[in-house]
């Protein structure tokens, strides 16, 4: 079945980074856009940051434009989050997301805080 694995996540200072990955099985990951979403407490979940299939076009979200860098590896079935400079507001649950047409999966997220 469809599984998306998200790991990474943790405590760390303002200013300090982090660097997610999501595994992915049970679908053609090569031929799926990939998504890192977050939600915080209270608020609703918003888009990070996206990447196409082939991974030659990513956007971001302007709050983490500069800061954060997408990636994936088709070869591993894997895409990550390069999470720097990290602020208290980036605390959150990060969550990756695989879309293709109707096709939407997700995973079960990873807490990441931002704190000293």
């Known amino acids: 079945q469809v599984q998306l694995v998200e790991s990474g996540g943790g405590l760390v200072q303002p200013g300090g980074s982090l660097r997610l990955s999501c595994a992915a099985s049970?679908?053609?990951?090569?031929?799926?856009?990939m998504s890192w979403y977050r939600q915080a407490p209270g608020k609703e979940r918003e888009l990070v940051a996206t990447?196409?299939?082939?991974?030659?076009?990513?956007n971001y979200a302007d709050s983490v434009k500069g800061r954060f860098t997408i990636t994936r590896d088709n070869a591993k079935n894997t895409v990550y989050l390069q999470m720097n400079s990290l602020k208290p507001e980036d605390t959150a649950v990060y969550y990756c997301?695989?879309?293709?047409?109707?096709?939407?999966?997700w995973g079960q997220g990873t807490q990441v805080t931002v704190s000293s």
């Open positions: 990447i196409t299939k082939t991974g030659g076009t990513t």
């Open positions: 997301n695989a879309k293709r047409f109707v096709h939407d999966y």
């Open positions: 049970g679908f053609t990951f090569s031929t799926y856009a």
